[in-house]
């Protein structure tokens, strides 16, 4: 493989944790007398950043959230990954097997990222290349992680691959004028969601992770 780069969104690609933090909000917000079911969680903020929801929640339940919100999400999330998070199966395998240059761009914050990666073992494989939307101006869908991600690593955009899960998140490597695979294999992704992420502009569409080398072979003739 001769890609300049592949760069993994974090959650729901790298580590299985989509449900557990939906899961969370959906319980904090009950406790704030908003009903709200995990598919309405998944469906209009998986992939942006928590500001970035929180900010449309206040908007659309006419509230405030405030900064207790973000430390209740943070205690309750850390809580449940130390007993229920995974990595995803199959990625340690895979990243042994990409020759190249490999990193993390996540709408998650730093501190985030830095525990749940450690809790699976795989913040060590990649820092310090490991780049927050809190590093940049705008978050996901915008293309401006992605490209901060190809300046720090010195990679060509055009040669870079994006493993992705959201819609927000591949539209985003859309922008940026990388190739957008879109992953569908964590517990939060419904059986419409491999479309969803074709419709936003993923080449192509996996559901396990061991598929990643193979399509990345596969597409680089394209790439030429």
């Known amino acids: ?5 592949v760069i993994f969104d974090c959650d729901g690609v790298l580590i299985d944790s989509e449900l557990l933090t939906i899961r969370v909000e959906v319980a904090l917000l009950a406790e704030l007398v908003i009903t709200i079911t995990e598919e ?12 970035a929801m929180v900010a449309d929640l206040e908007a659309r339940f006419g509230c405030t959230l405030g900064e207790e919100f973000h430390s209740s999400h943070a205690t309750r999330f850390a809580a449940i990954c130390e007993t229920d998070l995974q990595a995803m199966a199959g990625v340690e395998a ?3 097997g990409i020759p190249g240059k490999t990193c993390v761009a996540s709408s998650s914050s730093p501190e985030r990222l830095r525990h749940t990666l450690a809790l699976v ?3 060590r494989r ?17 293309p401006d992680l992605f490209l901060y991600a190809a300046e720090r690593m010195t990679a060509d955009p055009a040669c870079c691959a994006v493993v992705e899960d959201s819609l927000p998140g591949v539209a985003a490597a859309v922008a940026a004028g990388m190739t957008a ?9 419904s059986a419409g969601r491999a479309d969803q992420l074709r419709s936003a502009g993923a080449v192509v ?7 990643l080398l193979r399509t990345l072979a596969r597409l680089l003739p394209r790439l030429r």
């Open 121 to 123: 073992g795989l913040y």
């Open 94 to 96: 895979v990243l042994d």
């Open 126 to 142: 990649f820092d310090p290349c490991i780049y927050s939307a809190t590093m940049v101006a705008r978050g996901k869908p915008a």
């Open 1 to 5: 493989m001769n890609w300049d780069l």
């Open 181 to 189: 695979i879109g992953f569908v294999g964590g517990g939060h992704c």
């Open 205 to 211: 569409v996996i559901d396990r992770m061991p598929e």
């Open 40 to 51: 309405e969680i998944i469906e209009p903020y998986c992939g942006i950043s928590m500001t």
